[in-house]
């Protein structure tokens, strides 16, 4: 149980206490009205005596009496009632006035319990800190239990104890509640005093002994009369007084009678002087007591009372009025279960009586004031106090105390001689109780005798009398013998009621025995509760037992016996009394040595529930709040929904509709697990008592608790929503919510805008820049205010949630803001001026739906209606168009939420839905509110104190900058195809429209594959040659001219010199700076869009071609574009805008292309072209296309080459047909002699410049050096710079050195020197038309392929392969040694010296005539190299294979057979020699061996070089 003021041993003393009647004259109540009080409540605030008593036993042993009270009341003579032991509805009334006035008092100390692993706070802040809705209840309950706990206190449980103990009706069975004494009180004033005595005290015998009145009942016959003569100081006479008071003492004698004074000042002289009122707090029992608990009492001065003493001023009690359920008539709940929710309509606490309570009208006000200004005792001085206590004492220690000392002498003497015994009582005890004991029945075999009544005289009722007067006087010892000996005689008759009191008195007789002689007898106290409640049906005087042994038990610690006790004496006839007893046991639970607390929470919910039915609202809240500190946050979620629901419908019966909402909040919030109906029940009341407090608060939107809203989810797109499709033209992708947000992309993305920044500001980056971002989300960098611009949308995607099994509604939806305007054309001092600093915001107009919000400024979208389906998660996008330059801040949500027909009306029955008053279920109920968008921006991690803490930083997705105008670009794509083959060329158009008011200009685009398109060079003049016919028939993408009429195809090709920068990819273009003016780019994969005057006007639209080249890999590419533009009015906040768009490109297989570079063993002199070198190309064409690509054949069109030192110079073997075809998985072989350009064109002007040599096969001839053959050729992906090694790169330009290496060069020049002869630096360009059907008609398509020769003899593909996956490389913590310098390979060497041997294929020799045949053979040696090459030739070497031997002769070589030469760079030198043939056959000449080095490295041996072919003479016999 809670902690009570008192000890167990005063509450008893105070329970049972000598009870004395009070007969006053008119006029001695006249005199005590004058202090608006009448006797007996005059002397109630002294009945308690200061100083200790004495009187002696029958043993004549002297006993000291301490802190004995007396309790006076005036004598009321009422009809008797029947002893059913049901309380009254009077009664009841009353009890429950006294616990709803006895509230926890707010600003008390607050009591903590710690009970396990919890902080219980079950006090008077006990509400704030349990409630869901107070975040700081732990902080709350660390300050409140700093040093030490304190135990919980129940005021209201200890006002109910001592109302309901004090009010006990006498009982026949026991004289614990009989009076004593009566007080006889006659004022000074009267004429005679004497007589007026006398009458009173014939009154008084009349009362007792005529027979008419049964109540009040008194203790024995010859009660004590005690005669108060009151005389009034501030009128009568004193003289005469205390003559009157002396003749009293005469006839009555001195311990008889007393004279007090009162009334020593006046009431207007009390008005100036402030004393104490001690009468005040006894009110309330004394009006308990004048009602004297009876059927129809006068209610007038109860409820004033009531009202006077009520802290919070509520009417709890009215709906406690309307149900009478604590009387005889059994209340209509008996088959609902204590923690249902769904009760009838009824019921208290329906939204039936939550509408009763809201629609009805406040009480009127009670006349409060004139009780709160009456004062008590204000004819009463200090003095007058002081006077009446000493009266008390006088009477107490005077008279009462010796009259009951007496009465327990005689009635001790009685009962020895009607025994027989000895004289004293005390010394028959033992063999009253020494042995031989009658076993006790139990009560199950005992019949009902609770009728049966003993006349007064009998002997029974002298020892349970005696028993009593010793008991009221403090004599235990005594007092327990005779309730023993009275029990066993009330057993043996087997007067059940009448043991039940004398098992009582005995156990609490045990009790208070001083020093404990023998242990408290707990069965007695059960034996007696279960008498009373079962026999007897007496719930009054086993609730009383009940108290009283719960009382014990828990002075001793036995807190599980007296919850178990308390729940026993539970049930349905007293709601209010069920509630204290189990508020009570769930104190005892948590007093336990092993704290009980869940138990503890389960009967604080029963007890609420109780408090609830018996109209303590106020109770109920506060049982259910601190219940809820146990059930909170464990994951019982039913039961915390119990509780918010009940706390939510308790507080709106309180009119605390703030608390209510946020009750009700709560359970919506929570992933509830109720059932759908249960759940349409608990919005319903939500939104009826939000109503409710919207409707007294129309100031500010209050929060909605639904639906949940994911606010880091939350999206915003700037700009207006592209367009799909147009027609035939196909709009750019950009950037749409509907996409999903990928980390590299958008890192892709700004890498590609960093480029063309770089490439537009002339290489570099600036300080200030700031990628563009089109939409913002969790996932993007939101740290600073995105700009937005004005006259543009701001679309905001919000993430709805219903967590309920129940669909919503939400009508009205809008966004709100506040916005401060900023002119950001003004200089910079005035922007913080005062006129800019005035916020304009729309919540006012979003709080009245359908009114205009402030469009002027900023255009606000309504959604009318957003529907969301149980459990569903939707988007909600919202629109705002700002008309004005400034600062936006988006603030939240705005709508109205209602519940809609199928939420279920669990908690409206049939017949309130059909009334007009008040939403109709099927109507449903709308509100009106709002959510904030908070969202958490990142947390910091970058110094010390933010790693050691947990901060965030800002998130400003919400809060844009609102811009001037800027430029908005629209690109569309005509005939773009979706499908191509690996290196087909299709010739698109791309139209440019500026759909803004402000003129657009510098207009370029970023690609991540710039070797796809190509809108082509407007810097070359294209010869103006007649086009062929049939390239307007098939409308090629090409340049093509007629080839002259009897030109052979494969003849000599057509050449063209042109630089990489008329196409924008020159080498000094990269991020160094440059740009190229026109169609050049400012970086690498950057294109300069041309546009007519450079600039696009608002409104207007240009259409440019655009060519595109199939990626050569097969597969699905993904290829991105970024279009930057800049406004033409420049120094505006944002500095350019960019348009993304994404196209997906499914590239078929088509050719593969493999050539290979030899060196030509001839030299001829009589052609100039060759006269500087020639070699060989070999080139290879497969037709690997798939037949699903539809392709019926390939023919090779032309073949061209590009490079800066050779050039294709004609085909060796044309094909008879005019065009090499190809069908499916057919080859084809061609073979091409290559020539050094002219030394006329390696000029240092033209070192940089591509010569293109075309070598058309068929009747056209396409001009690759134009667009957008040489454009693809410039963008292909490989470029040659990046394939070289990078010795390659230093020795690049040397072309037009003729001297050799310096003597200063090292390996490094050997290398580079020696890798220089072997380097070829062509690049084939093989252009095909294919002839696919399509739609039963044959469409031609083109394409050209890329085939790089680096390497003589080293064969290059069309086809790069895929680089294997790099294996993980480990960290290296040391820096590596420099790699060696690398030498020249073996292989490398054998190529600087390339030989040819002149002779004439056969020779006629007569060996008749002269046996010697001599042949002259000329011997060519040329220097590949760029450095003097040091030659040994040497023709002592013979073929001694035997396999040699028998296909060629054997002959010698005349003459000198070693030489040695040194040739300078590129030089050609010729050796005679002569050859000697013995016999005629055929002959290889081959055999001369060539060594060479370099010629500064002395140190290097002669490398033998590769020989030519066998070169094979026939010799023949002339005769």
């Known amino acids: ?285 004394s009006s308990l007591q004048s009602q004297d608990q009876y059927e129809d009492p006068a209610p007038v001065v109860v409820n004033n009372t009531a009202v006077e003493n009520n802290v919070g001023g509520t009417s709890e009690v009215d709906g406690h009025d309307s149900d009478e359920k604590d009387g005889v008539l059994v209340n209509s709940l008996d088959n609902t279960h204590p923690l249902q929710l769904d009760t009838p309509s009824d019921t208290p606490g329906s939204l039936d009586a939550l509408r009763a309570v809201a629609v009805e009208t406040k009480p009127p006000p009670l006349a409060t004031g004139v009780a709160a200004a009456t004062s008590h005792g204000a004819c009463l001085t200090l003095n007058d106090h002081d006077r009446i206590r000493l009266f008390i004492q006088e009477f107490t220690f005077r008279g009462l105390l010796p009259h009951i000392e007496k009465n327990i002498r005689q009635l001790n003497d009685q009962l020895v001689s009607r025994k027989g015994l000895s004289r004293s009582l005390f010394s028959a005890t033992k063999k009253w109780f020494g042995g031989g004991k009658v076993p006790e029945k139990s009560i199950a075999e005992l019949k009902n005798t609770s009728g049966l009544l003993y006349p007064p005289e009998a002997p029974e009722l002298q020892i349970r009398k005696m028993a009593d007067l010793c008991f009221l006087v403090q004599l235990y010892d005594l007092a327990y013998s005779c309730y023993h000996t009275a029990k066993k005689d009330f057993l043996s008759d087997q007067a059940m009621l009448y043991a039940a009191g004398a098992l009582e008195m005995a156990a609490v007789s045990a009790f208070l025995q001083v020093g404990a002689p023998r242990p408290y007898p707990a069965h007695y106290m059960d034996t007696a509760i279960q008498t009373y409640r079962d026999v007897s049906k007496n719930m009054v005087l086993a609730e009383r037992c009940a108290l009283l042994s719960a009382e014990v038990l828990k002075s001793q610690a036995k807190y599980s016996d007296a919850a178990t006790l308390l729940i026993k004496m539970t049930s349905e006839d007293s709601d209010l009394r069920s509630a204290l007893l189990l508020e009570q046991a769930a104190h005892c639970f948590i007093n336990m040595r092993n704290p009980m607390v869940r138990k503890f929470a389960f009967h604080m919910i029963l007890a609420g529930h109780r408090f609830s039915k018996a109209g303590q609202k106020r109770h109920a809240l506060r049982c259910y709040c601190q219940a809820m500190q146990v059930y909170k946050g464990k994951g019982w979620s039913l039961a915390e929904d119990h509780i918010n629901f009940t706390i939510g419908r308790q507080s709106f019966t309180l009119r605390q509709p703030e608390n209510a909402v946020t009750a009700f909040r709560h359970i919506l919030t929570n992933d509830s697990q109720q059932t759908s109906t249960q759940q349409g029940a608990f919005l319903r009341e939500y939104l009826y008592v939000y109503k409710n407090v919207t409707g007294a608060c129309e100031v500010a939107l209050p929060q909605l608790p639904l639906p949940c809203i994911n606010s880091s989810a939350t999206r915003v797109y700037f700009g207006h929503e592209r367009r799909l499709a147009e027609g035939e033209k196909q709009a750019a992708t950009h950037v749409s919510l509907d996409q999903e947000f990928d980390r590299d992309l958008a890192a892709m993305w700004q890498d590609l805008e960093e480029q063309v920044v770089a490439a537009a500001k002339r290489g570099v980056v600036p300080a200030t820049f700031q990628s563009t971002q089109c939409y913002l989300n969790s996932q993007t960098d939101n740290l600073r205010f995105p700009l937005a611009v004005v006259e543009e949308p701001i679309i905001v995607e919000v993430v709805f949630r219903n967590p309920l099994k129940v669909p919503l509604v939400l009508s009205d939806l809008s966004l709100l803001w506040k916005f401060t305007l900023k002119d950001f054309n003004r200089p910079q001092p005035q922007e913080d001026s005062v006129g800019d600093a005035v916020p304009i915001s729309n919540e006012k107009e979003a709080s009245v739906p359908r009114t205009s919000q402030k469009d002027d400024v900023i255009a606000t979208e309504v959604i009318p209606e957003f529907y969301l389906s149980p459990e569903e998660t939707k988007l909600a996008r919202l629109k705002l ?391 693809f050729f410039f963008r292909r992906c490989q470029p040659l710079e990046s394939l070289r090694p990078p010795v390659a790169m230093e020795t690049q330009g040397r072309h037009s050195r003729s001297q050799g290496v310096g003597h200063g060069g090292g390996d490094k020049d050997i290398a580079g020197v020696v890798r220089k002869c072997n380097e070829v630096d062509l690049d084939i360009i093989i252009l095909w038309k294919a002839f696919v059907v399509e739609d039963n008609k044959q469409v031609i398509l083109e394409g050209q392929l890329h085939v790089a020769l680096q390497t003589i003899d080293k064969e290059a593909c069309s086809l790069t392969h895929k680089e294997e996956a790099q294996e993980m490389v480990l960290l290296k913590f040391k820096p590596e040694l420099p790699p060696p310098m690398t030498r020249p390979s073996m292989e490398q060497l054998s190529h600087l010296i390339k030989t040819n041997l002149q002779y004439p294929e056969s020779y006629s020799h007569p060996f008749n005539q002269k046996s010697l045949c001599m042949v002259p053979v000329t011997l060519t040696l040329s220097n590949c190299s760029l450095a003097q090459v040091d030659v040994i030739i040497d023709l002592r070497h013979k073929t001694t294979s035997p396999e040699s031997l028998e296909v060629h002769g054997s002959f010698t070589w005349l003459g000198q057979t070693q030489f040695k030469m040194q040739l300078g760079a590129q030089e050609v030198m010729r050796v005679q020699l002569r050859a000697c043939f013995l016999h005629a056959g055929v002959y290889n000449l081959g055999t001369p061996r060539v060594f060479a080095k370099l010629a500064d490295q002395g140190a290097m041996c002669e490398t033998s070089q590769q020989t030519a072919t066998p070169a094979l003479i026939i010799i023949i016999n002339s005769t």
């Open 881 to 1271: 168009l700002p008309h004005q330059t400034g600062q936006l801040n988006i603030l939240g949500l705005v709508y109205n939420l209602a519940s809609t027909s199928s939420t279920g009306d669990t908690t409206i029955n049939s017949t309130a839905a059909s009334q007009t008053e008040g939403p109709s279920a099927a109507e449903g109920t709308s509100v009106r509110g709002r959510q904030d968008l908070e969202i958490q921006g990142p947390r910091l991690n970058q110094t010390k104190e933010e790693k050691t803490s947990v901060s965030h930083g800002p998130d400003r997705r919400l809060d844009p900058t609102i811009t001037p105008p800027m430029p908005l670009l629209e690109v569309f794509f005509l005939q773009f195809p979706t499908a191509l083959l690996c290196g087909e060329i299709r010739k698109a158009y791309v139209e440019f429209c500026n759909m803004s008011r402000v003129t657009l200009c510098g207009l370029r685009v970023a690609s991540t594959h710039p070797d796809f398109f190509t809108f082509g060079s407007s810097s070359l003049a294209t010869p103006l040659t007649p086009l062929s016919p049939t390239s307007f028939e098939n409308c090629s993408a090409y340049k093509t001219l007629a080839t002259p009429p009897g030109a052979t195809p494969g003849s000599v090709a057509a050449v063209t010199l042109v630089s990489e920068g008329d196409f924008g990819s020159g080498t000094g273009t990269g991020l160094r700076g440059g740009g190229v003016s026109g169609a050049g780019t400012g970086g690498k994969g950057i294109t300069e869009i041309p546009l007519g005057e450079g600039t696009l006007k608002p409104g207007e639209s240009t259409q440019l071609p655009m060519w595109l080249r199939g990626p050569d890999q097969e597969g699905v590419h993904e290829i991105h574009f970024l279009f930057y533009y800049e406004s033409a009015e420049k120094g505006g906040k944002i500095s350019h805008r960019v348009l993304r768009h994404t196209v997906f490109i499914c590239a078929s297989r088509s050719l593969s292309v493999r050539a290979t570079a030899c060196r030509s063993n001839t030299l001829p002199e009589e052609e100039e072209e060759e006269r500087n070198g020639s070699m060989l190309v070999f080139v290879d064409v497969e037709n690997i296309n798939s037949s699903e690509a539809g392709v019926r054949e390939f023919h090779i069109a032309q073949v061209s080459s590009s490079s800066k030192q050779w050039r294709l110079h004609k085909c060796i073997n044309p094909a008879e047909d005019k065009d090499c075809k190809l069908t499916s998985r057919e080859r084809g072989k061609l073979c091409f002699r290559a020539t050094r350009c002219k030394p006329l064109q390696v000029t240092l002007k033209a070192a940089e410049k591509y010569t293109f040599a075309d070598l058309s096969l068929g009747n056209e001839l396409i001009i690759t050096s134009t667009t957008p053959c040489a454009d």
């Open 1 to 285: 149980m809670a902690q009570c003021v008192q000890s167990v041993q005063e509450f008893i003393q105070d329970s049972f206490v000598p009870m004395v009647a009070v007969l006053c004259s008119e006029d001695a109540e006249k005199v005590t009205r004058k202090n608006n009080l009448n006797f007996s409540e005059l002397l109630r605030p002294f009945c308690r005596l200061t100083s200790e008593g004495h009187m002696r036993d029958p043993s004549n042993q002297l006993q000291v009496v301490k802190n004995l009270r007396i309790s006076v009341h005036n004598v009321v003579t009422r009809p008797s009632v029947p002893s059913s032991g049901v309380p009254g509805h009077a009664h009841r009334r009353l009890l429950s006035e006294v616990v709803l006035t006895c509230q926890p008092a707010e600003g008390g100390v607050a009591n903590v319990i710690t009970a396990g692993d919890y902080d219980l706070n079950i006090s008077d802040r006990s509400l704030k800190a349990s409630v869901p809705w107070y975040s700081d209840w732990r902080d709350t309950l660390t300050e409140l239990s700093t040093s030490k706990h304190y135990t919980a206190t129940t005021p209201w449980f200890e006002a109910y104890r001592e109302s309901f103990l004090q009010s006990m009706p006498a009982s026949d069975h026991e004289f614990l509640n009989h009076y004593l004494a009566c007080l006889l009180v006659v004022s000074s004033s009267e004429a005679v005093p004497v007589e007026k005595f006398l009458k009173l005290s014939q009154e008084q015998h009349r009362i007792q002994h005529s027979g008419e009145y049964t109540n009040p009942k008194w203790f024995i016959p010859n009660t004590l009369k005690y005669y108060v003569l009151l005389h009034d100081m501030s009128q009568g006479d004193e003289q005469r007084a205390d003559s009157v008071y002396e003749d009293m003492k005469q006839r009555y004698g001195a311990q008889g009678c007393y004279l007090l004074k009162v009334n020593s000042r006046t009431a207007a002289a009390g008005a100036d002087e402030q004393i104490p009122d001690p009468w005040s707090q006894y009110l309330h029992k």
